[in-house]
């Protein structure tokens, strides 16, 4: 039962900007800068609230069901976040690292599981061509 509160991953083109007033970290796009797009899942599961993102543990986006933010980044080593909203300080936040290389661009989804409720961050490969 607790499963059908899973949410769904969002197509990159569907998925709405964020607005610039939640995304606070704010970025250029330049030579042999990394782009990273953060996509947050659909789904009723957590939609109440906006999810926080943090890279290298400073939030960067808030971000609500569907929509996305992109970040351009120097090259180099990242943490990618999405801690919860828990004025306890209950909830453990899972996080994943990547190193970004030059001129590539990376896709990452936000989603919750539905049995657990954690929040995950999981990078989705590139289509193959």
């Known amino acids: 039962m607790l ?15 964020a607005p610039h007033e939640r995304v606070f970290l704010k970025t250029v ?9 953060f ?3 659909s789904g009723a599961s957590g939609s ?5 993102l943090a890279i290298n543990n400073k939030i960067a986006a808030e971000l609500n069901t569907s929509e996305k933010a992109v970040f351009h980044l120097k090259p180099g080593d990242y ?6 909203f828990d004025p306890f300080g209950s909830k453990a ?11 590539r661009t990376y896709s990452y989804r936000i989603l919750m599981d539905g049995n657990s409720g ?3 961050i999981q990078r989705l490969l590139p289509a193959a061509k």
């Open 3 to 17: 499963g059908a509160c899973a949410t769904a991953p969002v197509p990159q083109d569907i998925a709405k900007f």
């Open 48 to 52: 109440a609230v906006s999810q926080s």
């Open 118 to 120: 954690l929040i995950f």
């Open 79 to 84: 943490i990618f976040s999405a801690p919860p």
């Open 39 to 41: 996509i947050r899942d």
């Open 29 to 37: 796009a330049g030579p042999g800068m990394a782009t990273a797009i």
């Open 93 to 103: 936040t899972m996080a994943i690292d990547q190193e970004l290389k030059p001129d």
